[in-house]
């Protein structure tokens, strides 16, 4: 707008701020997670106890003389107690990743993110730094007074003290995620003796970074934009699913209060608006505008809701594990669990246990031998002594057992069909033994062309322990 100036008649033009410039990305405000005692971070804390326990510890147990879990890579074994696998048991890689997906899809049909807020690694090393710095830093508003605070020695001190500590944690997670690549005695005896090979240098000081910086900088971040788990959650939610609930019709409308008040004659809900739910929440978000994506159902808002209702003298459950069914239409417990046993439910958990019941059959059932049948390319077939044909074979014979046997060949599939060289081969424990077949048979014993014959590998002593692989003979 212009306006004239009285003394000389001039005109003011006013300057128009700019406007401020749009940003593709949102400027990430750090969060500070305030501590919180109760029911559910008792269970999450429990879990992070049992994770990382069987983590660190499962690599150091010993199995029949080698290391109880291990993936080896260079032998391309992968040693699960008493059980061996080869490339060629690939098939149960593939049943247990579909176990672990239909998994994922019960209990986030039942429940929502209860692994992402219990279990999952990030929320645990999440959990595990945050507890390093709560110790060293102090609390949330003693951690806050020391990020604002100009850099002193004191400040780079405690700042030290705590990236010295993750850095310890991290390297030695890292070095345990490649003991289970690597036999961990033999990796700690490379580390200290200084001869760490280049790839497991290169994977210890990988993951020890990735656990570094997803745990003390990143962390919430990778939840709310690094994991597709959060953006298609809400296609396996519906409204029976147990989430996280703000109940707006008991907390509504919120604001603080005397305690000597009358809030309801006063017109105010349960909610003192003391913002510890927001607080306490690792991902920074507020419970009560609804469920939102970036929520991992780690239920720490819970706990503190309860011990606010608590001082002040209300009901718990403010914030609760609740359906939007139930909201709407004031279910009870007995309600809730009924609707939970739901058809899509049912037919996952279904599902989920037949796969389950034939992997540990297939298992339990498995023959602890493997047989692969080459030809030898040189030597299609051949006339030997006697006018006989003869055609040579390669077996490659695999003992996945972890005991010394000894295996008998024989084969079958023509009229007086022989094996003239070792019919006996002893094969080390989980190991593959290499086998040369000269197979002969009569001229009359079939016609010109190709025809099928079976080699039978029977372990000595073990009459369950049997092999039968069909194969080709050529007669020209």
Request: charged letters at 20%.
């Amino acid at each position: 707008m212009v306006q004239p100036v009285p003394s000389t008649g001039a005109q003011v033009i006013p300057v128009i701020p700019e406007a401020p410039e749009d940003t593709l990305y949102e400027v990430r405000k750090k969060i500070y997670p305030r501590a919180v005692h109760g029911w559910f971070a008792r269970w999450r804390w429990a879990l992070v106890w049992i994770t990382q326990l069987i983590f660190y510890g499962l690599c150091w147990i010993e199995w029949n003389g080698r290391q109880a879990v291990l993936f080896h890579l260079v032998e391309r074994k992968f040693y699960i107690f008493g059980w061996v696998f080869w490339p060629q048991d690939v098939l149960y890689l593939a049943i247990l990743l579909i176990i672990s997906a239909y998994g994922l899809f019960l209990f986030t049909a039942i429940a929502g993110r209860l692994w992402c807020g219990f279990a999952c690694p990030q929320t645990v090393y999440t959990e595990v730094f945050l507890w390093i710095e709560e110790k060293i830093e102090g609390t949330r508003s003693e951690r806050m007074k020391l990020d604002q605070a100009p850099l002193s020695p004191r400040k780079l001190a405690i700042k030290s003290a705590k990236h010295g500590a993750w850095i310890l944690v991290a390297l030695w997670t890292g070095f345990t995620f490649v003991g289970y690549f690597t036999p961990i005695k033999e990796l700690a005896r490379s580390v200290v003796s200084f001869g760490l090979g280049p790839w497991e240098t290169f994977w210890v000081l990988f993951y020890g970074f990735a656990t570094y910086g997803n745990a003390g900088f990143l962390r919430e971040q990778v939840c709310k934009y690094m994991c597709p788990y959060a953006r298609f959650q809400g296609v396996m939610f519906d409204p029976d699913t147990l989430v996280i609930t703000y109940d707006q019709g008991r907390g509504e409308p919120r604001g603080p209060r005397n305690k000597k008040l009358d809030y309801k004659a006063a017109g105010l809900g349960d909610c003192v608006d003391c913002g510890i739910c927001v607080q306490v929440c690792p991902t920074g978000i507020d419970i009560r505008q609804g469920l939102q994506y970036e929520c991992i159902g780690c239920a720490a808002c819970i706990d503190a809701c309860d011990q606010v209702m608590d001082k002040v003298g209300y009901p718990r459950g403010l914030i609760r594990y609740s359906t939007e069914n139930a909201l709407q239409q004031h279910w009870g417990t007995k309600d809730i669990a009924r609707h939970v046993m739901r058809p899509r439910v049912l037919v996952y958990s279904g599902i989920l246990i037949a796969i389950t019941i034939a992997m540990f059959y297939g298992l339990a059932t498995r023959i602890p031998l493997k047989v692969n049948i080459i030809r030898d390319r040189a030597t299609l077939a051949r006339e030997v002594e006697g006018g006989k044909i003869e055609n040579v074979f390669r077996l490659q014979v695999m003992n996945t057992a972890e005991e010394a046997r000894r295996f008998s060949i024989s084969v079958s599939g023509l009229d007086n069909i022989e094996i003239t060289s070792e019919r006996i081969v002893e094969v080390p424990p989980a190991t593959t033994q290499s086998v040369s077949a000269d197979v002969r048979v009569p001229p009359e014993s079939a016609t010109k062309g190709s025809h099928r014959i079976f080699f039978e590998v029977k372990a000595l002593n073990h009459e369950d322990v049997f092999v039968r692989e069909k194969a080709s003979f050529l007669m020209p």
